[in-house]
């Protein structure tokens, strides 16, 4: 392993956002760019002809810590958010979303070095 993927390993969360509007996924994604580094953003694949589920997915840096504070937006809906990445990594975005949504805690799956959490947000 590079010494440059030893230092991301326990600070990148990948946030995982579905069963949303695409103006609410881009809405939470914006708040967590104001707070960390956004490494990496994957859009949803083209639509299909059938019933579909999309997930929009990015990476954060958690490393620099909060860059600045935003205020959150309205969400239309509830948003599940998969968070996953290093434990400390992942209760810092968990804080940063707690304090701008209501959130619910559906499910946490720990690992050796990593955590994953599933969380229900909606607006306040």
Do not use: N
Not at 49 to 60: E, L, R, S
Not at 93 to 120: N, P
């Amino acid at each position: 392993m590079s010494d440059v993927y030893d230092l991301h390993i326990d600070t990148d969360v990948t946030v995982q956002l579905s069963d949303c509007r695409q103006e609410d996924a881009r809405a939470v994604f914006e708040i967590l760019d104001h707070y960390y580094l956004l490494e990496d953003v994957e859009p949803p694949g083209p639509a299909g002809a059938g019933p579909v589920t999309t997930v929009w997915m990015a990476t954060f840096d958690t490393s620099g810590g909060p860059r600045e504070e935003v205020r959150p937006p309205r969400l239309t809906g509830k948003v599940v958010a998969l968070l996953t990445g290093g434990y400390h990594a992942v209760s810092e975005v968990e804080k940063v979303l707690a304090a701008g949504f209501d959130i619910e805690s559906r499910q946490a799956v720990s690992g050796d070095q990593e955590t994953e959490a599933r969380l229900l947000l909606a607006s306040r």
